[in-house]
Structure formats: structure tokens, C-alpha cells
């Protein structure tokens, strides 16, 4: 009975299914026996392909076990102001302060080997904040949001700037991590009355455009909206002083086109003048 059991430990040892080669160990091997240079890089390819596989597969670990230690983030901030525009709203929410949201998850997501970082980026008047979290084997997410610049209150360029940054950057990192699938209040500074283009301007707007031929598509591309109605209030002036710097474009041209017709029929005419003069030599 002994012997048999020993022989049946063996049996067992033996049938176990043998672990796959990795890549890089496939390559080794090529290596020690002469491989071709095409070979070796198609393995090469295979240990990238690898690499960036297994990276993918820990930063998933890593991101749902800190998701899973991610607390309820509070909103212990409150803003609430009156709009200085005639007929607008006020304005009046919550929201989760960005340096309490990051005290909050640094440390967790650390834990589990993550990073965040941001980049930004501001073009005609829209600001885009990029939000990426980053594992130690290398792999990476990114979210990106872009918004006007918030032009609200008193700020100055530069404080209007960092305020729609601060905002930006709250966000991305809440949807990076996949923490505001809730309504968030602090959204309805978006549509609130009174926020993006009035009625009677867009109107006007539109009048102006298609006087002068202007796409309305073409146009809210340029102004980095996906329609006029969606334009921000504060964007107003810009929309209109864009369509004046279009007409005076366009007049300049159709003067300067006058002045070389002109110039041209004045010397068709002087030409013409002294052909018959010379023409008449008796005369």
C-alpha cells in the first residue's frame, strides 16, 4: 500500500499541465540557438504585446481594489451668488472641494501603486484638462473635459483661467475614477438661465450670418461649440466681434479688388489716349 500511494503521488505529478514559456523566455532561446533577425523580431513584438497586456491587467487590479477602499466624497463646499445680467438666475450648489478630493484618494490610490497627473491645455477661450491615472508597470488612463473659461464674478484673465482648470480638474479625476456617476448640483452652473446666448441674441446671430453667407455650423465650430444655442453668454461679444472682423475682411478685399479694376480701366484709358495722339503726328 505504501508503494502504491508513492506511485500515485508521481502518477499525479507528472499529468500536472506544464506552464507556457513566456515571451522573453522564448527569446532567450531563439537567441542561444541562431536565430534569424526576423525571428527574433517577431518575438520582440510578441514580449511588447505581452508587457503592455499584463501591465493592463494589473492596473485593473490595482484600480477596482482602490475603488473598493474609495469612501463617499462629501461636498463641504458652497457657492451661491446672483447673476448680474438682466432676467438671469442665481446661482446656489455643493460641491466636493479638489484639494479634499485628492487628500481622500492619494493615499489609497498610492497604496495600490496608481498616480495621478494632469495636462491643460487653453485654445480660443475653451480651456481642456486631461486627467491621467497611471500604474507603476506603466499603464494609463486618460480623461479629458473642456469648458469656456469661467469669466464669472470679478476674476481677472489668469483667476478665470485657474478657476475652470480647478474645475476641470475635479471632474476628470471623479469620472477617471469613476465617482460621479451621481447628479452633481455643481453641473447646474451650466444650465442655468441666463448662461449661455439669449434668445434675441442669437437671433441677431444668425441674421448676421446669413447675410454675410456664413455655414452656422462652420461657425459654432470655430467658436468650439456644437451649436450656436449652446454658446456661452459670456462668448457673446467674441461671436459678434468675429463676424465684424469678417465683413471688414471682407470689404477690404472687395476694395482693394475695386482699386485694381479701377487702376486698370484708368490704364486702358491712358493707353488709349496716347495711341490716338501718336496717331495724329501732323496734327
Given at each position: 500500500m505504501?508503494?502504491?500511494?508513492?506511485?500515485?503521488?508521481t502518477?499525479?505529478?507528472?499529468l500536472q499541465?506544464?506552464?507556457?514559456?513566456?515571451?522573453?523566455?522564448?527569446l532567450d532561446?531563439?537567441?542561444t540557438?541562431?536565430?534569424?533577425?526576423?525571428?527574433?523580431t517577431?518575438l520582440?513584438?510578441?514580449q511588447?504585446r505581452?508587457?503592455?497586456?499584463?501591465?493592463k491587467?494589473a492596473?485593473?487590479?490595482?484600480l477596482?481594489?482602490?475603488?473598493?477602499?474609495?469612501?463617499?466624497?462629501?461636498?463641504?463646499?458652497?457657492v451661491?451668488f446672483?447673476?448680474k445680467?438682466?432676467g438671469g438666475?442665481?446661482?446656489?450648489?455643493a460641491?466636493?472641494?479638489?484639494?479634499?478630493?485628492?487628500?481622500?484618494?492619494?493615499?489609497?490610490?498610492?497604496?495600490?501603486?496608481?498616480?495621478?497627473?494632469?495636462?491643460?491645455?487653453?485654445?480660443s477661450?475653451?480651456?481642456?484638462?486631461?486627467?491621467?491615472?497611471?500604474h507603476?508597470?506603466?499603464?494609463s488612463?486618460?480623461?479629458s473635459l473642456?469648458?469656456p473659461?469661467?469669466?464669472?464674478?470679478?476674476k481677472n484673465?489668469?483667476?478665470a483661467?485657474?478657476?475652470?482648470?480647478t474645475?476641470?480638474?475635479?471632474?476628470?479625476?471623479?469620472?477617471?475614477?469613476?465617482?460621479?456617476s451621481?447628479?452633481?448640483?455643481d453641473?447646474?452652473?451650466?444650465?442655468?438661465?441666463?448662461?449661455?446666448?439669449?434668445?434675441?441674441?442669437?437671433?441677431?446671430l444668425?441674421?448676421e450670418?446669413?447675410?454675410?453667407?456664413?455655414?452656422e455650423?462652420?461657425?459654432?465650430?470655430?467658436?468650439?461649440?456644437?451649436?450656436l444655442?449652446?454658446l456661452?453668454?459670456?462668448?457673446?461679444?467674441?461671436?459678434?466681434?468675429?463676424i465684424?472682423?469678417?465683413?471688414?475682411?471682407?470689404q477690404?478685399?472687395?476694395?482693394?479688388?475695386q482699386?485694381?479694376?479701377d487702376?486698370?480701366?484708368d490704364?486702358?484709358?491712358?493707353?488709349?489716349?496716347?495711341?490716338?495722339?501718336?496717331?495724329?503726328?501732323g496734327?
Amino acid at each position: 500500500m505504501p508503494t502504491g500511494k508513492a506511485v500515485s503521488k508521481t502518477v499525479r505529478k507528472d499529468l500536472q499541465p506544464q506552464q507556457a514559456p513566456t515571451p522573453m523566455e522564448m527569446l532567450d532561446r531563439a537567441i542561444t540557438s541562431g536565430a534569424d533577425i526576423e525571428t527574433l523580431t517577431k518575438l520582440m513584438d510578441l514580449q511588447e504585446r505581452w508587457e503592455a497586456n499584463a501591465s493592463k491587467k494589473a492596473f485593473d487590479v490595482a484600480l477596482s481594489a482602490a475603488k473598493s477602499e474609495l469612501p463617499i466624497l462629501i461636498k463641504s463646499k458652497r457657492v451661491g451668488f446672483e447673476s448680474k445680467r438682466a432676467g438671469g438666475a442665481s446661482t446656489n450648489y455643493a460641491y466636493a472641494d479638489l484639494a479634499e478630493v485628492t487628500r481622500t484618494v492619494n493615499p489609497i490610490l498610492t497604496k495600490y501603486g496608481l498616480s495621478i497627473r494632469y495636462e491643460t491645455g487653453v485654445d480660443s477661450g475653451m480651456v481642456t484638462v486631461t486627467c491621467i491615472i497611471t500604474h507603476v508597470e506603466g499603464y494609463s488612463v486618460r480623461n479629458s473635459l473642456p469648458a469656456p473659461v469661467d469669466n464669472s464674478g470679478n476674476k481677472n484673465p489668469i483667476q478665470a483661467v485657474g478657476s475652470t482648470v480647478t474645475y476641470l480638474q475635479r471632474y476628470t479625476l471623479l469620472a477617471a475614477l469613476g465617482l460621479a456617476s451621481d447628479v452633481d448640483d455643481d453641473g447646474r452652473r451650466a444650465t442655468d438661465a441666463g448662461d449661455t446666448i439669449s434668445e434675441k441674441d442669437l437671433k441677431k446671430l444668425q441674421a448676421e450670418l446669413m447675410r454675410l453667407s456664413v455655414d452656422e455650423t462652420v461657425f459654432a465650430n470655430y467658436l468650439s461649440v456644437e451649436k450656436l444655442e449652446a454658446l456661452p453668454a459670456e462668448m457673446t461679444k467674441r461671436a459678434f466681434d468675429a463676424i465684424k472682423a469678417k465683413e471688414r475682411k471682407a470689404q477690404k478685399t472687395e476694395s482693394s479688388k475695386q482699386e485694381k479694376d479701377d487702376g486698370a480701366k484708368d490704364g486702358g484709358v491712358a493707353a488709349g489716349e496716347s495711341g490716338s495722339s501718336n496717331g495724329k503726328p501732323g496734327s
